[in-house]
């Protein structure tokens, strides 16, 4: 970055004393995941050391991709400036999986790409591209960084300095070697830009860049050459012989072990993918299957031998990394898996097609492999500079170019390539001009193995120095001193290097080969009618007056368009080789009077216009003369080099920084020549060529500091050339046959094209062709005397590219561009040569991508020998013309025939016409959308096939009927036999409106009509729906007579109707997907399934998307530059047949195919929709779920469902069924929308599908309404067709031209010749009441045989307007359409969605014994308080009173539980709704298992509650309980006894006994009590006639619950502290309290005696 904006001021204006260039103030971000850290900004650096350490925090695996690493300037004041950013994908240096790695890096460089690195204060166009974003132009740095992800808590500190024994470690990943970047241009042609001199730049980091300053010169830049027009298009570098070639020194580390591995597997994928194209053209060859499968094995075992082969590993001076080792192990393991998977297919040997795509697969797995995110080489860049101006560049990674001594180099090193620059930034996209296309050579290696580079050079590689002189004009004389001398006398090209020819030093290892010598350039003998045929020279006559005055010759009577003078037109010459084709005449197509003339006030100032005002001084006007060329231009050329040779070789300008010319104008004012000056190496081993300049005396320039003069002296590097010691002329032929899908650039839908071929230094147009968007230009274009350097043979082997261009003829503005197309000619060095050039298809790209396909070819013929140039004349040499003749005496094959002046395609390339009958089916247009405002009522379409054209009816009223009178069409035309060259259809619509209007409203365009090819003779159409079941037109299949009549059985008694209590259709849908555990009762009859589709109706391959009658076509509007695209304003349903009609045109053509059409008039018909259920919907509330509901849509009638809307579910289950009725084809298309119900805002749609009934209706596969497997008259699989059996099959044969069934009686039928028995249908069968009439049964099992639609559940994919590419979500539904005219239709499927039932759960706990005591009283003793408790899915648990003190494990409760819930007894699920909060606006369903659950726990006063053991009780499994707590076991329980009995409680109503309750213990159940329980179902309606209540709350009944009989020790010690102290002291301690008061009473009596003895005593035995 370079802020030093007012020193840059200072020095344009040259005032005070110019500073050095500011340094930037670097700093750099890691950022992922949203977050961001930064290191510390080191000021006034190119090359900061951070040596710090990042710590960012964040979650794994993240939903984020890219690791970016960004590098700031920081700015004081102002927003600091990105310069550049780097950005490390995830995925690249980390695994998933059991074998896989966190993220790891490094240590390794990161290379920042982004703009240019010129810098401007005010930004530039590309400033976005130094955030990362879209392709970087120019490389502008790296930093060295090493990455690892620790699974830790988040650090403290996000910042740390580096430990000095990291940055140790680290330094040796920084060792550099020297590599060569060697690259020869040999061809620079389609140049866009030519306002200056052009030449190329070529740079590999910052080694190269002429902006960079820092590293040591190189040749690096081609000379400024200026472009030359090719006399039809485009511009080109006349380099001819001297051919630039450029050599970069750069250093690097050695990572050669890190590219090596990326060629070898991308060469690999190569080897596959060319395999793959030759395997599919073997097939569409239609080859035999054992030849393609025999090319597919030969593929998998040489695939086999090079994934055995090692992959490279870091050698000698190379070091790898963790990353490296982990990538090693990783693509390994990778290659060994790709070995055994074609192991598995060659044991399972699959059809070739399988084959293929397994490979395929397994391409771009290797593929994926094939990226190594630690490539520290940074890309190689080509720009284009024009003047000054960086204008357009060329990326190419090195892994490409890079020469391996292992054999594994790049796939472009040292061979020949075409490389088309681009455009920087947005303008890539906005520009659809080449800037350049360049033919080069590349070689990028160390420097050990330059000459590896050498050895492959067919050219002889020549190191000139260069310097230019200068002069300016100073009255009339050139002088190289003076005002206007701004450069020095000897220059470099850009006039800021002082190079005299006496300061040029030979480097160490070179030596001079020859003297100075001008050198001039050679675009200077191409004059302005340089590559022209025919040319206009024009002069202007001038005239001046005096204001009021009359007019008079100026003193300059005769001028240019600049105003300089110029000879009379009488004096002007004419050139050599040129000839007149008319006398002077004025130019009067232009802004002029009538006389020609154009007035200003003055001439030197410009602004002429046509009308003369009182205040004009000056007029002129034009005199034009057209002049054609006779002579050879190669001999003009010639001559021109010649006089070139002989002039001093100065070229000029009005200035210097602006564009040389080779003759002196009036306006020049400066001139230079270029001076070479010859060098060689002196020894075998090369050396950097780098000039280095001494200071002579005499300097005619101002002298400057010391600092700046020493700074100059080495800034020069020589130029190199290739110098060619072979030359061939070729001839190149190019046959442009056809395009076809061009887009329409025009109004009318259509174009006027012509295609621009250019190769080479030539380039040629074709005819324009009218009004078309498949032109057959039929035209051969003819490049004579191409010349092309080198030997023939490398040519044969990498020949020039030819470039197409295809364009939009305009008579105003400039043409439009349609496409564009690059491909190879086929080259032959001899007429021996007995291959023909065929034609093919090539793809033709615009910037919004495919825009159609062009049929050519193109064939380069050697029509010179190869010449050595060391044998030729000097004059030759210079001349550099090749010999006129082949060595052994052969001439070019003749030209192909012409056709007005134009040639053709020859015979025997151009493909083989045959006559052809094309049946267009005309059926209608539908959902016409305004065009111009008006609506579309009148449309016709127009078809043009080859050259047919052909116009269609006009619908008289698309809203009355859509649909045309005449549908059927018919062409009889001329197309190519092979249908690889068919042409496409082009569809016109146009709306007849008042007053002859007949806009074209859109089109479409069908590219080949392959897929509607057909025999000339109508075949049945009628083909079985199964492979294996063959049709058979003479016999029946076990040869029996046709006619022979098998009698059955008389029909058996009518059959008791089973019970169809909770049968419904959802049992009939649940046995269909194979989840009969929902529909038990019904799999037991024995009933019919459905069929289930994955996917829409439309998609089943066997039914062709409906088809079969017409097609959709879409109709778009727009032009090929419109950049919103095309829009569909319509749709034309309509078909087409193309078969071979006899060459003879007087014979008879045979039966047309399209016949025995439908009524083209609406239809009145009834149509259900059965909408089913919707799942993996997409999220559309913040909790992440969804309130969908269903809006349909046919005609303008709109149902919505919103009222019944399905709650927080992504799932929803609708179970609805919807009536239309309708006019097909006024409205045909069925829209289904799933909203989002929201309370407040708007609902939003989740996604939608449409179903074009129309299709349906009308296609053969009878879609209207699917047959079912068997005919039944009631019961739950009801026929509901509103024809019989009998009806559809006889109506299916008369629309496939077949016989009407014949029936034997009322069980066997005889269709195409094939006889269907019913005993073959139902001899497994069991009867059912439900089976309709024999006859009628029959019929269906024939349908059911039959390519029909069969009774079915489709699934539809929904999308979203806003994300068109992505599902959101799929929905089943079926649609039945009964049409009127076939009568009324049958009962309609009730798919209601069940509803739940209510039940009530009562439980009563009676007893528990032999409950597990878990804890100890005061006493010592074991005691448990036992309490149970149990619950439903989604009810409240419920829990007994306490059993204090239970020392038996025995508890009393007689404790009722009740639970009220909803069950589907059809699914056997509990149904649970509920709120997730106390906000939410409504409940959540939710389908669970019914089981009860209970458990035992020791109740605890201050801990928790102690669990002790449960039971789980599955409703509709339960095992029986034991009539007695002895029999009571955990083996009664099915979890451990497989044998266990278990009932349905909804069966068995009623279940009492003991059960166990457990508790797993280190995964072993242990038995931890027994409950006595009474579990008792009842219904809804049950528990109103018998109700109870929880506990033993009142109504207390059924059975009533007495309070439990328990000890008297039960009871809660602080509720009655006397009692506890009775129960639990008394009772365990009585006699110890006893004796203890006892003892207490006897020491307190002597303790009494022992104190009153004394007071007692001393009396008596005083008195005594």
Known sequence: MDSAMMEGVKKFFGVGKQKPKELSDPYMTFSFAGQTVSTKVLYETYSPEFNQELKLAFKFPSVAENLTLRMFDWDRISAHDII????????????????????TFGPCYVNFYGSTREFSELGGDNEYLNKGNGEGVAYRGRILVELKTNLEEKAEVDVVDCDPEDVTRISKYMRRHRFMLNVAFLEATMICDTDAPVEFEVSIGTYGNKLDDTVMPTASCTQPTNAVFDGCRYNFL?????????????????????????????????????????????????????????????????????LKQPLPRATGSQLSNELDKLQLLNRETEMAGIIEDMEKVRLRDPEPAEILTELSTLAETLKAQAVEPQNSIPDVFIWMLVGNKRTAYYRLPVHHIIYSPDGHSGKYCAKEMTVVLKHPGQKAHREWQIPAKLRLKFWFG???????????????VVVMAETYENQVALLGKWVTRGPAMTRPKFSDSTGKLKLKKESFFPPAGWEWAGDWHVSPELSLIYNRDAGHKSFIEDVYELQTRIPAGPWHMAKVFWTDALNDTMPAKEEVELPEGWEWDNDWSVDMNRGVD????????????GGFGPVEKTYHLSRRRRWIRQRTMVAESNAIKEKDQEALKASEGWEYAPLFNMKFHGKESKMDLVRRRRWHRKMKATGKESKPCTFSFGDEDGDDSDDSDA???????????????????????????????????????????????????????????TRVLDKTLSPMWDQTLIFDEITLYGPAELVAQNPPEVVIEVF?????????????????????????????????????????????????????????QAASLMDLTDTETDAMQPTSQLMNGEDLPFAPPKRNDLYIVPTGIRPVMRRTAVEILCWGMRNMKRYQLLSITSPSVEFEIGDAVIQSPIIKNTKKNPNFSNALLFVDTMLPKEEYFMPPVNLRVRDHRAFGRKPTVGMHVIRSLEKYMVSSTPQPTYITASNTDQVLMDGSPNGDNPETIVDMPDEQKALQPPDLEDIDWWCKYYTSIGEEDKALKYVEMGLDS??????????????????????????????????????????????????????????????KHLDALPNPDPEECVVRVYLIQAYDLQPADPNGLADPYLEVTLGKKSISLRDSYKPNTLNPIFGEMLEFKCHIPLQKDLKIVVKDYDLLTSDDPIGETIIDLENRYLSQYRANCGVHSVYYTSGPCQWRDACKPTEILEAFCKRHRLEAPVYGGNTQVTVA?????????????????????????????????????????????????????????????????????LGPPGPPVDISARIPKRYELRVVIWNTTEVVLDETNLMGEQMSDIYVKGWLPGTKKQKTDVHYRSLDGDGNFNWRFVFPFEYLPAEQVLVDKKKEHFWSLDETEERTQPIFTVQVWDNDFISADDFLGSLELNLNCMPKPAKTAKACKLTQLPDFNNQAKCVSLFEQKKLNGFWPVYETVQGQPQLQGKVEMEIEIVTAKEAEERPTASARDEPNMHPKLDPPNRPATSFFFLSNPFKSCKHIIWRNYKWRIIIALLTLLLIAIIVVFIYSFPKEIWPAIFKG
């Open 1313 to 1381: 010749g094939r006889r269907h028995t019913l005993r073959e249908y139902e001899q497994n069968k069991e009867p059912s009441p439900f089976w309709g009439p024999t006859k009628e049964r029959l019929a269906c099992y024939v349908l059911n045989r039959l390519p029909m639609v069969k009774e079915h559940i489709e699934t539809r994919i929904l999308r979203n307007k806003l994300q068109p590419a992505f599902d959101q979500g799929k929905l089943q539904c079926w649609v039945d359409i009964f049409p009127k005219s």
């Open 84 to 103: 550049a950013s780097g950005i490390v994908s995830v995925s690249q240096i980390s695994r998933s999986g059991d074998d896989g790695y966190l993220p």
């Open 808 to 864: 939009d003829k305009d008579l105003i503005g400039k043409d439009e561009f349609l496409g564009r197309t690059i491909c190879k000619p086929m080259v032959k060095l001899s007429m021996s040569d007995e291959r023909t050039c065929v034609l093919q298809w090539h793809e033709l790209i615009n910037r919004r991508g495919n825009a159609g396909e062009m049929l050519a070819s193109f064939e380069l013929l050697l029509a010179g």
């Open 446 to 460: 160390k420097k050990q193995f330059e000459e590896e580079w050498t050895k492959c050079q067919t050219d002889d």
């Open 1090 to 1151: 459905v069929m289930i589709y994955d996917g829409p109706l439309e998609s089943v391959p066997e039914f062709d998307g409906f088809t079969d009658f017409c097609d959709t076509f879409e109709i778009f509007t727009g032009d090929a530059d419109d950049d919103e695209g095309q829009e569909v304003i319509g749709e034309f349903k309509g078909g087409f047949k193309v078969y071979e009609l006899p060459e003879d045109p007087n014979a008879p053509l045979p039966p």
């Open 594 to 605: 009538d006389e020609g003339f154009e007035y200003c006030v003055e001439s030197t100032i």
């Open 707 to 765: 600092e700046e003069k020493a700074k100059a002296g080495c800034l020069a590097a020589p130029r190199m050339f290739l110098e060619s010691t072979q030359v061939n002329k070729y001839q190149l032929r190019a046959y442009i046959y056809q395009a076809r899908s061009l887009m329409a650039a025009d109004d009318n839908a259509r174009s006027d094209p012509y295609a621009v071929v250019g190769f080479g230094t030539q380039s040629q147009l």
């Open 238 to 306: 006349p380099w001819e012989n001297k051919r630039p070639c450029i050599s970069v020194e750069s250093f690097w580390e050695d990572i050669s072990f890190r590219i090596d591995t990326i060629n070898i597997l991308l060469g690999i994928v190569d080897m596959m993918e060319s395999r793959f194209l030759k395997i599919k053209t073997a097939q569409k060859a239609n080859l035999p299957e054992i030849e393609i499968k025999s090319m597919l094995y030969s593929l998998m075992d040489e695939l086999a031998v090079k």
